[in-house]
């Protein structure tokens, strides 16, 4: 075992004195809020120095999106976040994770964050008369009753500003869908494989404007499972091995309404610390795995991740072939979008189709070339950005 | 009754930290707040986003502002809203500097573009919760 090298260092603390009768009730974003303001008085450090998040459940959130939450309510740019749910080992767990993340250089200053405090009473008595969002979801409370539920209205809200500032057609769009369907007529696997043309996807009906049926996932049953090991077990497994050289996490809010820029997405921050931790440039790159809940991530995606310039998305896709026999393959297994999106593991789909294409068993979509292949998953409401490089030895 | 939407739900369920800005609502005021920093922040927090300082005041916004983005629903988002479609969901970026989401009433979905000049509008969904909505400037 390498083992750490002791580079990490706690630097602060801050803690509530144990009572038996509070006399004070705290929603769980405001007792995240006010152990990080104490522990970083402590430390001498500032709210911008953070860039790091272990932290426990989130009672406000529903149980889903804990670090999107607490980097938009702290004003947080976290570069690792990780819910950690281990009991009582939860405070060293999370201590542990942060060491980890520090070293190799993940992060560089993370809050770890624990508390159990009672919650002011629930109006609502937590029952259905609050249909969508636990109570004191800021999301629940400031954009559901405006209509802005789900995903598919902040997307539609991006790809609007994106063309405001850049400009982008319909039929640009399209064509990742259109690229992607054939894909998936070479993948038995995918839900969707029939062929399509921009005009079928401009046909489809506006969803929320300017996003068409054909370029909105469609919800599915599936699930996917990966295996990690040592580079001395990966010499003896049954299959090429496909070293991660590169990773990068980037999350700075959950509603899309706060997110800094709707067109300067945290992909970039997660894309480019993850060649340069691989030292692979993006030419080198034969498989862009990219995140498709939308043809608009797909776009931003191909920007923010540097295979294009700013603003040059719309242009690049018209003028590649982005299929298994073309020249910039992209999500070669159909992509959410024809694949098919399980639920959170519509994301893996992108991992096991770079090892199928990596192992030379993505049968009649095989790339004839496919050595290395970069990973980009999206979080919520363009929220949480995770970038791999992945390299077949 | 609600002016602008067929139903009443979903309403906000306010916090204790909330309740100003939804009592500010009812009055027909655009609460803000600001921390002893000088930074003013929306949605209402127990800490300011920008320092993590809690000696935070409420200050009333001018409610004007304009459209950074927006999209019209053409389905309903949720069965709640299967009455209102079309309607025009917006993020509005508030004179004062920060964005919130809302609803753009008044206006024919086809006139909408970002950049137009907003005022908020208020409708009293029920006794107890009033909406900001927004409308073009001088509607």
Known sequence: MRGLRGEAAIVGIAEFAPVRRPDRTWMGLEAYAELARLALEDAGLGHDDVDGLMTGHLADSGGLFAPGHLTEYLGIGSHFSEVV???????AGAVLRAAMAIELGLCET??????????PKNPTGGGP?????AWGSPMGEFDYPFGAVGQNYAYAMIANRYAYEYGLTDAQ??????????NATANPKAVFRDPIDIDDVLNSPVIVDPLHMLEIVMPCFGGAAVVVTSKEKAKRARHRPAYIVGGGEYTTHLSVTYDPSFTETPIRAAADRAFAMAGVKRSEVDLASLYDCYTITVL??????GFCGKGEAGKFVEEHDLTYRGDFPMNTHGGQLSFGQAGMAGGMSHITEAYLQLTGRAGDRQLRRCDTVFVHGNGGLMSEQVSLVLRGE | MPKYRTTTEPL??????????????????????????????????SHCPRCLSNRLEWVEASGRGTLYSYTIARRPTSPDFEQDVPFVIAVVELEEGPRMT????????????????LEVVFDDVTDAVTLPYFRPAGT
């Open chain 1, 85 to 91: 749910d281990l009991g009582g080992a939860t405070g």
């Open chain 1, 110 to 119: 993370a809050l770890c964050i624990v508390h159990t405090l009672p919650r």
């Open chain 1, 129 to 133: 008369t609050f249909r969508m969002g």
């Open chain 1, 173 to 182: 769009r399209a064509k990742v869908a259109v690229d992607q369907r054939t």
């Open chain 1, 300 to 305: 931003l995606t191909l920007e923010d991740a």
């Open chain 2, 12 to 45: 906000p369920v306010p916090t204790p930290v909330t309740q100003p800005f939804w009592d500010g609502t009812r009055e027909h005021r655009l609460l803000l707040q600001r921390c002893d920093a000088g930074h003013v922040f929306f949605y209402p927090r």
């Open chain 2, 102 to 117: 809302s609803r753009l009433v008044e206006v024919e979905p086809g006139e909408v573009r970002i950049g137009m000049r």
